[in-house]
């Protein structure tokens, strides 16, 4: 087939919409059998017009919807047969996307709500009731399950559920996780992570401790907005330190 695009070509055209996209993904969902390009007398895969608008579907439903690639695959096959599929459909009342498990549409709630950044969501606690099984964590994250496994067992998520599930603020942990490893970084090198956060913490404790041995809901709040205000401005303090010395890095002097 002389015609189509060579999977480099492919790459090209998605990585502007999916910037964490690889050759190596490519051939992954092609050996899951969920796309199928056409190989030319020497080998070669060939890619068709069809064959990138499927990958587009295949990766925007795991990006925007978390689904599952055993979903994505009914989606798929009801697309082949000539059905509308129905990944980016709602339902009647606004609720969870049509064809979207109950179960991965609770992981995509939990998931915003993990991500919020106001105080009084950032600090309450859990109450989603989401427990995903390794699996279910790396279909929701784009993570393989052996990184859930190594996040997992570098502590840096599983430790409020006694590492047997994974809930919504492991959602949050891993997602950024998964960025700092397709940027080269290992498991074990985000450990010192969570020494920087517990001198953190054990430094806040000192400020708020005063406000929560009140015992009463307006001192709470109070802490609670204090240790918000102390999150921001760390933050910040650290970005611009971080930033200090790395120029020194790249411009030496």
Sequence with gaps: MAA???IGEVLNQLKEDFEDITISKIRFLESEGLVF?????SGYRKFSDDDVNRLRFILTAQRDHYLPLKVIREQLERLDAGEVPTTPATDAEGGAPLGMPLRMSEVAQALEAAMATDSERLLEPDSSGIALSVDELSDATGLTATEVRSLREYGLIGADTGATSFGAADLLVSRAARELLRMGLEP??????LQFVDRE???FEQVVTPLLRQ???EARLRA???LDQLTVLTGRLKRALLAAALRQTVHGG
């Design 4 to 6: 189509g695009f060579t």
């Design 215 to 217: 015992r009463n809901p």
């Design 37 to 41: 390009p056409d190989r030319t007398d």
């Design 224 to 226: 609670t907005e204090q």
């Design 188 to 193: 074990r090198h985000l450990r010192m992570y």
């Design 201 to 203: 913490v054990s430094l």
